[in-house]
């Protein structure tokens, strides 16, 4: 199984990207997701998950500005950035395949990460 992440770049104040992340391998099909990020200096952290069932949690620094969904057609996770700002700025990863609720995902498997950074 792996997971491609793509999508990020460099963005200035208040810009968005959409970051994708396609899963591939025999049988496999994402079903629970979600979306860390890791800024330098800084441990890794939850954005965004997406349970089993459709449910969607958000850290508080991003709610209201970031959306995770799903495509269950592509086996593809996304998550549309917002309304970015500097201290968005890290390497964002996707893990998929485990178990995910909003306090995290347990196990699955992760992307290579793709970095977002926010800058004038």
């Known amino acids: 199984v792996q997971l491609q992440a793509s999508g990020g770049g460099l963005v200035q104040p208040g810009g968005s990207l959409r970051l994708s992340c396609a899963a591939s391998?025999?049988?496999?099909?994402?079903?629970?997701a979600g979306w860390y990020r890791q800024a330098p200096g800084h441990q890794r952290e939850l954005v965004a998950a997406?349970?089993?069932?459709?449910?969607?949690h958000y850290a508080d620094s991003v709610k209201g500005r970031f959306a995770i969904s799903k495509d269950n057609t592509k086996n593809t996770v996304y998550l549309q950035v917002n309304s970015l700002k500097s201290e968005d700025t890290a390497v964002y990863y996707c893990?998929?395949?485990?178990?995910?609720?909003?306090?995290?995902?347990?196990?699955?498997?992760w992307g290579q990460g793709t970095l977002v950074t926010v800058s004038s």
């Open positions: 391998g025999s049988g496999f099909t994402i079903s629970a």
């Open positions: 997406i349970t089993s069932g459709g449910s969607t």
């Open positions: 893990n998929a395949g485990g178990y995910c609720s909003g306090s995290g995902c347990i196990g699955g498997y």
